[in-house]
């Protein structure tokens, strides 16, 4: 597997909106703004994003994005999926056991190192990271994480 600055943006793009969308719609540009990533890239993702159903729009005034599910349905996995077809480390053209037994071992390395990163991503949901780093927060100091927090372990 290989994340791609486009499965990283992604990524970034859904926690600042599973941060941000309780309050409304966010818009791109907000999210633009708040992850320094251009719009015109915002605009690609959020549209491989929405055919996923990861995200929904509301148009006009005062629109913007939702989450398409909840935090804590939408695995890394998912997003990285969505906007980046997965790519696994082996890049291989598979041969006969015969003509090169090592590379066939490598190969078989490859292949399961990509299983375990998509087995990794795949168990680790945007709740999970918001949580994670509202608590780093909160044990650096940061009055809005700790609040943020405090309210999350209420509403669980």
């Known amino acids: ?24 719609p966010v818009t791109l540009a907000d999210i633009s703004e708040n992850q320094g990533i251009s719009l015109s ?3 690609q993702l959020f549209a491989a994003l929405r ?9 006009g005034p005062g629109g913007g994005y939702y989450l398409g599910r909840p935090a804590d349905e939408i695995s ?3 997003v990285i999926c969505a906007v980046d077809e997965w790519v696994e480390f082996t890049r291989c053209n598979p041969r006969p056991a015969t003509a ?10 490859w292949e399961d190192l990509s299983q375990q990163i998509y087995q990794f ?12 780093g509202l608590e780093r927060g909160a044990k650096a100091g940061d009055v809005k994480a700790a609040k943020l927090l405090e309210l999350a372990h209420r509403a669980a």
């Open 41 to 43: 890239y915002l605009e």
């Open 100 to 109: 090169d037994s090592q590379r066939g071992m490598t190969h078989a390395l």
């Open 51 to 59: 055919n996923k159903g990861l995200v929904r729009g509301v148009r």
């Open 76 to 78: 890394i996995a998912d």
């Open 121 to 132: 991503l795949t168990d680790i949901t945007l709740a999970d990271l918001v949580r994670r």
């Open 1 to 24: 597997m290989r994340l791609s600055t486009k499965g990283r943006y992604a990524v970034t793009a859904m926690l600042d909106l599973a941060l941000n969308g309780g309050e409304g």
